[in-house]
């Protein structure tokens, strides 16, 4: 691709002169995980995030901003860090840790008025295929999904499986869909809670609640924007509170792209094949429409020597280091500026 990329620059020092430590936050932004528990663990406790030998929050981490870019299950055969034993159980730890920290932050913050630190997880477009994968039993016992499995799992045309059925075209499209999960990382998913019924009571009840509530399609720290890729289309180049503001059917269509797209690395996203990324001076305008000054993505693995990727002269910063172990996180000290932490997805509106 000819976008120039380069090493990331060496974070500049916060003048302490000029503002106190208590106003300066720390960002750790993590990629894409797929499975790989260790990683996170890794990640979180160099970072002093958690303590020690737990999964507890370091209560004297405060002013702290973690954000993670989506892609948190679905293993595929990738390298992993810790046990390759152990590699089942990853997705569950993954989802599970995401949850409890979550709810540990909001007791924290309620205890302490002076604690303030969040979590922001963002959408990928695994975990919206697994979101989507679940809907399959609105129509389909769960007998039924097994016997079509095990039909395809021997070779049987998918055609033929689903033959008998009985089922509606938009239902065939659904079960189509969640056969694309399934066999790119979803079996693995679901094995790391057992059995099909184990995953699918997880989604009934609290874990896929949550997962419905707190995954965002991005968020706005530090005047950057962090979302699992950034949109092809220039009529999705709009700021936060517009995106949030769209028509049912619109916000649908630039959920897709903030999920899929990768024009950005100069691929189409549709059919994989190579296309002129964007220039510089649509990058310009893609960050002037969205009132950022930068992005932070994940999506696309790009070659790199486990540190985040900078491309466009800094102003896009690629944090999908999967299946690399030992690789970095994004993380920069910074003193807010006015509003920050703008959510992309209006939770009140069950979106």
Request: proline letters at 5%; hydrophobic letters at 35%.
């Amino acid at each position: 691709m000819d976008t120039e990329v380069k090493e990331p620059k060496e974070e500049e020092p916060v003048e302490e002169s000029s503002e106190s430590p208590k106003d300066t936050r720390l960002l750790v932004a993590i990629g894409d995980l797929h499975g790989d528990y260790y990683r996170l663990e890794r990640l979180l406790r160099e970072s002093e995030l958690i303590l020690p030998g737990t999964a507890a929050w370091n209560p004297e981490a405060s002013n702290v901003d973690l954000i993670l870019i989506g892609d948190y299950v679905d293993w595929r055969n990738e390298p992993l860090e810790g046990p390759q034993s152990e590699w089942v159980q990853g997705a569950k730890r993954i989802l599970d840790t995401l949850y409890s920290l979550h709810h540990q932050l909001e007791t924290l913050r309620e205890q302490n008025k002076a604690f303030d630190s969040h979590i922001y997880t963002i959408l990928g477009n695994h975990d919206e295929m697994m979101l989507e994968a679940h809907t399959v039993f609105s129509f389909l016992e769960m007998g039924q999904l097994k016997e079509f499995l095990a039909a395809v799992g021997q070779n049987r045309h998918v055609r033929h499986a689903i033959a008998g059925l009985g089922l509606e075209q938009n239902q065939i499209e659904r079960l189509l869909k969640f056969l694309n999960w399934y066999v790119q990382g979803g079996q693995a998913t679901v094995e790391g809670y057992g059995e099909l019924e184990d995953w699918k009571q997880a989604m009934d009840t609290e874990m896929g609640d949550f997962l419905r509530q707190h995954l965002r399609l991005g968020v706005k720290v530090n005047d950057r924007l962090f979302a699992h890729t950034a949109p092809d289309p220039k009529h999705f180049w709009l700021p936060i509170d517009e995106i949030i503001e769209l028509p049912m059917e619109q916000y649908k269509l630039a959920k897709e792209s903030f999920l899929w797209s990768r024009k950005i690395w100069g691929y189409d996203y549709c059919t994989g094949s190579r296309t002129v990324p964007f220039t510089p001076e649509e990058m310009d305008e893609m960050l002037e429409g969205m009132g950022v000054k930068g992005v932070v993505v994940g999506h696309t693995p790009l070659p790199h020597d486990g540190k985040p990727v900078v491309a466009y002269e800094g102003r896009v910063i690629n944090i999908d280091l999967h299946a690399f172990p030992g690789s970095e996180a994004f993380i920069e000290r910074y003193v807010p500026e006015g509003k920050k932490l703008t959510p992309l997805r209006d939770l009140s509106k069950g979106r």
